[in-house]
């Protein structure tokens, strides 16, 4: 197998791992609630080739990791923003601080767009 192959391999596998329902998940739905998990994502992979009295080999790997970063809950009868809860999970990274923050700031960015749709 060649040094192309073997990345071309780990690629298509990777593609396989990596998909939107990892970072979003599908909804659990619990009364009139929706509950998703919100992931970050992180992978990597390598490989190479090289020639031995035996003749040529090449090999790769890759490997992926998950972390779930936030829990966001939405009430199907609490309109608007209002319905919109977002729980930070663990120690706050960058993904889980970005998180936190736009879910902080959208009942405010959401009636800032309406009161200029207004004017």
Request: charged share 20%.
């Amino acid at each position: 197998m060649s040094e192309r192959n073997v990345f071309d391999a780990i690629l298509e596998h990777l593609r396989t791992m990596v998909s939107s329902d990892i970072l979003v998940s599908n909804p659990i739905i619990s009364g009139d609630r929706s509950i998703f998990t919100i992931s970050s994502v992180g992978f990597g992979f390598g490989g190479g080739e090289g020639k031995s009295d035996d003749g040529l080999g090449a090999g790769g790997g890759a490997g992926a990791g998950v972390t779930p970063v936030a829990v966001m809950v939405i009430h199907q009868n609490i309109p608007g923003p209002e319905g919109i809860q977002i729980f930070t999970l663990g120690k706050k990274g960058e993904v889980a601080q970005a998180i936190s923050t736009a879910a902080e700031s959208l009942p405010s960015v959401i009636e800032a767009i309406r009161g200029s749709k207004k004017e």
